[in-house]
């Protein structure tokens, strides 16, 4: 399989459910980040990752908690979450490092449907 | 810190139509510009950026869009639409900052919808 997959595809959870969404990417990226998708809302970034490190936490409630195993793979534990969480959330990937003929280019998976009840 | 503002949430357009999507942002840096597509249950594709140059660009299907830095707009054309173009179509930003990864500052994003 190739480019970004994301799992599961949707997810209907209860406020004091504990789920995890995961992200994969097939590209050799070293740069992941989850964004949050809501109705009329601009997509959200909510964490980056370069080389597994966590460089980017845009004051997400702590009720997300990312995590970065390795370069591949991307998880978003989920626990006590609150009904205005419901959205689409997508993981990205790109290349990092410097470059002079401007930014590396963002793939994005199909993303997760998230349904807090 | 830079912010993205679309100015119209949804556009309806006929077949073989022309369109224009607009999109302006305020940033306190020099940034580059992009506008993804995001079709049915998928996520986003860029569909076209400008970093310097030509103030004009292209895509493989026939959009473009002008950068015009005096008025801080990236608008989005294509002068005949077709079913296939309806999708929601983002504006984002990136800061002209060195090194490391991509941080993209969104639009809300504007619905694109084609009837025949």
């Known amino acids: 399989e190739t480019g970004v997959t994301q799992t599961p595809r949707h997810l209907v959870m209860g406020m004091t459910n504990k789920k995890s969404l995961k992200c994969e990417q097939h590209l050799g990226h070293n740069a992941m980040y989850w964004y949050k998708q809501s109705a009329k809302k601009p997509l959200e970034l909510m964490f980056v990752?370069?080389?597994?490190?966590?460089?980017e936490n845009n004051s997400v409630p702590s009720r997300f908690s990312p995590e970065c195993p390795n370069s591949s793979h991307l998880f978003l534990h989920l626990h006590t979450l609150q009904p205005e969480d419901s959205a689409l959330y997508l993981c990205?990937?790109?290349?990092?490092?410097?470059?002079?003929?401007?930014?590396?280019?963002?793939?994005f998976g199909p993303g997760t449907r998230l349904t807090v009840l | 810190a830079q912010s993205v503002t679309q100015l119209d949430s949804q556009v309806p357009v006929f077949e073989e139509a022309p369109v224009e999507l607009r999109c302006n942002y305020s940033s306190s840096v020099s940034v580059y510009l992009f506008w993804y597509v995001q079709y049915p249950n998928q996520g986003l594709q860029l569909l076209l950026k400008?970093?310097?140059?030509?103030?004009l660009v292209e895509s493989i299907n026939g959009f473009e869009a002008e950068f015009n830095k005096s008025q801080t707009s990236f608008h989005l054309r294509k002068p005949s639409v077709h079913i296939s173009d309806t999708a929601e179509y983002f504006c984002?930003?990136?800061?002209?900052?060195?090194?490391?990864?991509?941080?993209?500052?969104f639009g809300a994003g504007t619905r694109l919808a084609v009837h025949p």
């Open positions: 984002a930003v990136s800061p002209r900052v060195s090194g490391g990864y991509n941080k993209l500052i």
């Open positions: 400008y970093l310097s140059g030509s103030t």
């Open positions: 990205a990937s790109s290349p990092t490092g410097m470059v002079l003929a401007g930014p590396w280019t963002q793939y």
């Open positions: 990752y370069n080389f597994k490190e966590q460089t």
